[in-house]
């Protein structure tokens, strides 16, 4: 047999359409010559002629017609009297080229070739998937769920690849099922006992920024640029926007016409509460502004300890520190600053109240508004309306006021 399908005898060939020919191609020669090494002891006067189309593979010896008598080199020269009885028209000074049987080398070399091309294709596959994915960092991706563990979920790319996606990168409110595609970031490729491992990401700040680029035409043009992301995963977020163009006002490009362009990402973050806010190197402006929605009256700067007292009205205290502390965590880390929270007129006594946005997560957006237009706009306000007040102001229904209601002497108990 003077050729080898290499379809049919290396099935790893198969799965190796992700590597280029001229890779493949050198491989093989390399496989090949390293047998004709062990069994010649030199590959000089061989050449090994790939055909990755048709899947088969020549190896050509070349030796140079001498006198009998004269061979010096027996690898690269043949005695006449040898030579005519291959092809008895050959003449002292030709070339003799010979095709080399596989199985000349016989069947213990050859399972040892087939071994050792496995091999070799296995490390550029998954150098192959470290290059696609190390140039993807950053990126967001979109992959079937194949399995859902309890510490991490396997997803399958379109090449089939595995991808992971950990608990500790997952929003709180995400709930995969097998067959369904998610979207997620890039985050980082590692290797893992010489395996490439492909971590992605649905709580990095990459993910949203990426999801701002997708919805926001400005930002993808670099007319609106992201100066800086916080987030608490399906809690809150905070964006930084500046604009190159003084035409354009970022936030509304990014908040779009009635929130538009940041409903989506608001759904795909699992109703994540998004303050978008403008960028300035003004720190007492941009502190002012990381802690919307409540309005500062003052403030005192300690720019060298890098912390500030902020003084606001007792009703926007809590819209300050908002959930959980959720809204001035997120402020601190925005800014870089330290900031401590003070009621301005403390002899006066206020009762506790908490702004109805930060119930949105609970409650529906267009119920919010429906309380708002009647001037609903703090949690203290609707309860302080009865049942059929607010049934007979608003274009609620009685079920609904009554579980609107129900959160929100919820949360008051619990405070």
């Given at each position: 047999?003077?050729?080898?399908?290499?379809?049919?005898?290396?099935?790893?060939?198969?799965?190796?359409?992700?590597i280029?020919?001229?890779?493949?191609?050198?491989?093989?020669e390399?496989?090949?010559?390293?047998?004709?090494?062990?069994?010649?002891?030199?590959?000089?006067?061989?050449?090994?002629?790939?055909?990755?189309?048709?899947?088969?593979?020549?190896?050509?010896?070349?030796?140079?017609?001498?006198?009998?008598?004269a061979?010096n080199?027996?690898?690269?020269?043949?005695?006449y009297?040898d030579?005519?009885?291959?092809e008895?028209?050959?003449e002292?000074?030709?070339?003799?080229?010979?095709?080399?049987?596989?199985?000349?080398f016989g069947?213990?070399?050859?399972?040892?070739?087939?071994?050792?091309?496995?091999?070799r294709?296995?490390?550029?596959?998954?150098?192959?998937?470290?290059?696609?994915?190390?140039?993807?960092?950053?990126?967001?991706?979109s992959?079937?769920?194949?399995?859902?563990?309890?510490?991490?979920v396997?997803?399958?790319?379109?090449?089939g690849s595995?991808?992971?996606?950990?608990?500790?990168?997952?929003i709180?409110?995400?709930?995969?099922?097998?067959?369904?595609?998610?979207?997620a970031?890039?985050?980082?490729?590692e290797?893992?006992?010489n395996?490439?491992?492909?971590?992605?990401?649905?709580t990095?700040?990459?993910?949203?920024?990426?999801?701002?680029?997708?919805?926001?035409?400005?930002?993808?043009?670099?007319?609106?640029?992201?100066?800086?992301?916080?987030?608490?995963?399906?809690?809150?977020?905070?964006?930084?926007v500046?604009?190159?163009?003084?035409?354009?006002d970022?936030?509304?490009?990014?908040?779009?016409?009635k929130?538009?362009?940041?409903?989506?990402?608001?759904?795909?973050?699992?109703?994540?509460?998004?303050?978008?806010?403008?960028?300035?190197?003004?720190?007492?402006?941009?502190?002012?502004?990381?802690?919307?929605?409540?309005?500062?009256s003052?403030?005192?700067?300690?720019?060298?300890?890098k912390?500030?007292?902020?003084?606001?009205?007792?009703?926007?205290?809590?819209?300050?520190?908002?959930?959980?502390?959720?809204?001035?965590?997120?402020a601190?880390?925005?800014?870089?600053?330290?900031?401590?929270?003070?009621?301005?007129?403390?002899?006066?006594e206020?009762?506790?109240?908490?702004?109805?946005?930060?119930?949105?997560?609970?409650?529906?957006p267009?119920?919010?508004?429906?309380?708002?237009?009647?001037?609903?706009?703090?949690?203290?306000?609707?309860?302080?309306?009865?049942?059929?007040?607010?049934?007979?102001?608003?274009?609620?229904?009685?079920?609904?006021?009554?579980?609107?209601?129900?959160?929100?002497?919820?949360?008051?108990?619990?405070?």
């Open positions: 047999m003077a050729s080898i399908n290499l379809i049919e005898s290396f099935q790893e060939f198969k799965d190796a359409e992700n280029d020919r001229p890779t493949l191609m050198k491989v093989l390399d496989v090949f010559k390293t047998l004709l090494r062990k069994k010649y002891g030199s590959d000089e006067n061989f050449d090994v002629i790939v055909n990755t189309e048709k899947g088969d593979l020549e190896i050509i010896r070349r030796r140079m017609i001498v006198e009998d008598g061979v080199d027996p690898l690269a020269e043949i005695a009297t030579a005519v009885k291959i008895p028209d050959f002292v000074g030709e070339e003799l080229y010979e095709e080399v049987e596989i199985l000349d069947r213990r070399a050859i399972l040892a070739a087939k071994q050792t091309l496995a091999s294709i296995g490390d550029l596959k998954k150098n192959v998937l470290v290059k696609k994915y190390e140039d993807r960092i950053g990126e967001i991706i992959a079937e769920v194949y399995q859902v563990w309890k510490k991490e396997l997803l399958l790319d379109e090449d595995e991808l992971i996606l950990p608990k500790s990168e997952q709180p409110q995400d709930y995969f099922k097998k067959g369904e595609n998610i979207r970031v890039v985050k980082k490729v290797l893992k006992n395996t490439p491992v492909i971590i992605l990401s649905r990095h700040p990459s993910f949203l920024a990426k999801l701002l680029e997708i919805e926001v035409p400005e930002i993808f043009d670099g007319l609106i640029v992201i100066k800086k992301i916080v987030r608490d995963p399906g809690e809150r977020a905070k964006v930084a500046e604009s190159y163009d003084d035409r354009i970022p936030v509304g490009a990014c908040v779009g016409m929130g538009s362009r940041i409903h989506g990402i608001v759904r795909e973050l699992k109703n994540e509460n998004i303050d978008v806010i403008n960028w300035t190197n003004n720190i007492q402006l941009l502190i002012q502004r990381s802690l919307t929605p409540a309005k500062i003052s403030m005192e700067l300690d720019q060298e300890n912390r500030v007292d902020v003084y606001l009205k007792p009703d926007q205290v809590s819209l300050a520190i908002g959930r959980r502390g959720v809204n001035i965590k997120l601190c880390e925005l800014t870089g600053y330290e900031i401590d929270v003070y009621r301005d007129d403390e002899g006066q206020e009762e506790f109240d908490i702004d109805l946005n930060e119930f949105a997560d609970e409650i529906e267009w119920i919010i508004e429906e309380l708002k237009r009647v001037g609903c706009d703090t949690g203290r306000s609707v309860l302080n309306l009865t049942v059929a007040e607010l049934e007979r102001r608003t274009d609620l229904e009685k079920e609904t006021i009554e579980d609107v209601r129900r959160i929100l002497q919820e949360e008051f108990e619990k405070e």
